[in-house]
């Protein structure tokens, strides 16, 4: 039988929870299956992405663990920054991968590789775990980031990479030859072009002000700019979307559901 889980909480850390979603293909005796992981944006909307996904986890026979990180942890003055990966000591990088391996104890998933994806605030936690864990991802999918982490080796973390070694004492980081061997893909709605929330975002970088003052500028930025460290990527500009998740989904599938029988 399926399992379609409520909140799990990470023993790792009780802060914060995760929810799953493992297909009836499913065996403890059986093949490890791969593993997606979806990271939502600022609405938190994890238990969406969980609905949405459950047809397709049985099409490809594939788990999904969806993370919830809550508001104002750790920093009750910044309520999203899982998305910077980095706050007040603690590692979302390393809550993340907690989860992961907590799951593979519990169920047969592959746990070493999986395929990631993200929407808005989780789409700038997907690019920034990217460069650090290119290793880990059989796959990664980056939705409509609204600010952005320039694969710049001159440039501090957040803005650029130069210092992200030793930010989180991670060797040979940031490995844009492993990134380049990564299916990659970027996916924004059409409409997705308002710029009031990017106006209002405080301390634009200069990458970010060279980008442009939409999610659709900004992605296209993003591509070209991985694509000059030697990163092979697919976008997808979804028809008559704006900035939503759940509506760019279709599109994240379909390239997912390839990505996963290429390695199978």
């Keep these: ?34 593993l997606v992981v979806i990271i939502h944006g600022i609405k938190r909307d994890a ?7 459950r047809r397709f986890c049985e099409q490809h026979s594939c788990a999904l663990i969806c993370p919830l990180f809550p508001e104002g942890v750790p920093n009750p003055k910044q309520l999203n920054s899982y998305k910077d990966l980095f706050s007040r000591g ?26 990631l994806h993200g929407f808005s605030a989780g789409g700038q936690f997907v690019h920034r775990f990217t460069y650090l864990y290119p290793d880990r991802l059989a796959a990664v999918s980056i939705g409509a980031p609204g600010r952005l982490t320039a694969p710049n080796t001159q440039s501090p973390w957040l803005e650029g990479v130069a210092n992200i070694s030793e930010v989180f004492g991670l060797s040979g980081i940031p490995n844009f030859a492993a990134m380049a061997r990564l299916p990659v893909h970027f996916v924004v709605g059409e409409k997705d072009v308002g710029t009031s929330m990017i106006d209002s975002m405080k301390n634009p970088t200069r990458f970010e002000i060279e980008a442009g003052n939409t999610r659709v500028a900004r992605i296209k930025w993003l591509k070209a700019a991985w694509e000059e460290i030697g990163v092979v990527s697919e976008m997808s500009i979804v028809p008559g979307v704006g900035h939503d998740g759940l509506e760019c989904l279709s599109a994240v599938k379909e390239w997912l559901g390839r990505q996963l029988a290429i390695g199978m």
């Excluded at 889980?5 to 009780?14: K, V, Y």
């Excluded at 238990?47 to 996904?53: A, L, R, S, V």
């Excluded at 979302?92 to 907690?98: E, K, M, T, V, W």
């Design 1 to 34: 039988m399926p399992k379609d889980t409520e909140l799990i909480s990470l023993t790792a850390d009780p802060r914060f929870f995760f929810y799953a979603y493992i297909p009836k293909s499913h065996s403890l005796e059986g093949s490890k299956l791969p």
């Design 47 to 53: 238990k969406g992405y969980i609905d949405e996904m």
């Design 90 to 115: 603690t590692r979302f990088d390393n809550i993340l991968l907690s989860m992961i391996e907590q799951a593979g104890r519990t169920w047969r998933i592959q746990t070493d590789r999986f395929y």
